[in-house]
């Protein structure tokens, strides 16, 4: 018989079209929950909500402002149990998963719990992004937790004691990311202490395009720029011009050898990780506020043009 665990309140953001809103609500549909626990998706897709079908998993639309955090705020705000459990809408969770999150019971100076997040298996013929995602490991919680001082887990899943939650004041909501390795500093900072959940694991759905994968680099590259604001030292530049040309060299070596080994795996590693690195640091002359401040992207420009 299954031990005792706290209450936990489910909080999903999403962000998206009615179908694929649908087809989360199924999944989560799935979860064992027991008495206290709850499942909440919050809607921040802009516009009115739609019709919404009768169904186990509510629904809240709040469109107020354009960010993970403020979604996943409006959502905590209604609930009351001991614990948040916060997974992202393109994750597979297995229905047991709260069950694992608290197996063993955390510590009592345990505000975080970092579930496991696996990269979604795909073949060697998938889409190059896809692909590349899969063998690079992108989505596991050591990619940001290597990060020593300034390493912090992804929200994609991870657990988070309400207590420890509003005692810090939750997500900043005007940043669209880097909310999550935001608030885990803010939690570390207050005494709170994190604890690894790899067996509480989900299956992370890969981007399908290069253009998808272009564009959640941009964002991470904003949000690194924002936290070296806040927090020096976190996400420290490189130069972009000596970044391009290692990226040059090291894609043309790379394929020299990938061509000769007749490995498509190396030939994406190969053009992909040096296309990553640096469409993190254009990213980081994008603006992360929300709402954007007028001229904010190219005064932005400016100071990366200065060396800044």
């Not at 019709?51 to 809240?60: E, N, S, T």
């Not at 390493?151 to 991870?158: D, Q």
């Not at 490995?263 to 990780?273: G, I, N, T, V, Y």
């Amino acid at each position: 018989m299954p031990g005792q665990r706290p209450s936990v309140n489910v909080v999903v953001p999403f962000r998206g079209s009615a179908g694929a809103l649908e087809k989360l609500r199924e999944r989560l549909g799935a979860l064992r929950l027991r008495e206290g626990d709850s499942v909440l998706v919050v809607d921040n897709t802009p516009g009115d909500p739609p019709a919404q079908k009768a169904g186990p998993v509510p629904v809240l639309h709040a469109a107020g402002q354009a960010t993970p955090g403020y979604a996943r705020n409006r959502g905590a705000a209604l609930g009351h149990a001991d614990w948040l459990l916060f997974v992202d809408a393109d994750v597979l969770a297995p229905p047991d998963l709260l069950d694992r999150c608290f197996d063993p019971p955390p510590a009592e100076d345990t505000g975080l719990l970092a579930g496991g997040i696996e990269d979604q298996p795909v073949p060697p013929d998938a889409p190059a992004a896809a692909r590349y995602t899969h063998i690079r490991g992108f989505m596991s919680q050591d990619d940001t937790l290597r990060a020593g001082r300034w390493g912090f887990p992804k929200t994609a899943n991870a657990a988070i004691r309400r207590a420890a939650f509003e005692g810090v004041g939750g997500f900043r909501e005007h940043i669209r990311a880097a909310e999550d390795a935001d608030l885990s500093f803010r939690l570390r900072e207050a005494g709170w202490k994190m604890e690894r959940r790899e067996e509480a694991a989900v299956v992370h759905l890969s981007r399908q395009t290069a253009y998808g994968f272009v564009v959640q680099k941009l964002c991470h590259g904003a949000g690194g720029a924002w936290l070296e604001r806040e927090y020096p030292g976190a996400s420290p530049p490189r130069r972009l011009v000596g970044l391009v040309w290692w990226g040059l060299r090291t894609a043309a070596r790379r394929l020299a050898g990938a061509t000769r080994s007749r490995s498509r795996d190396e030939a994406l590693w190969a053009l992909f990780e040096p296309l990553e690195l640096v469409v993190h640091e254009l990213g980081r002359s994008l603006p992360n506020e929300r709402p954007l401040r007028p001229g904010a992207f190219l005064r932005s420009l400016r100071e990366r043009g200065r060396g800044r």
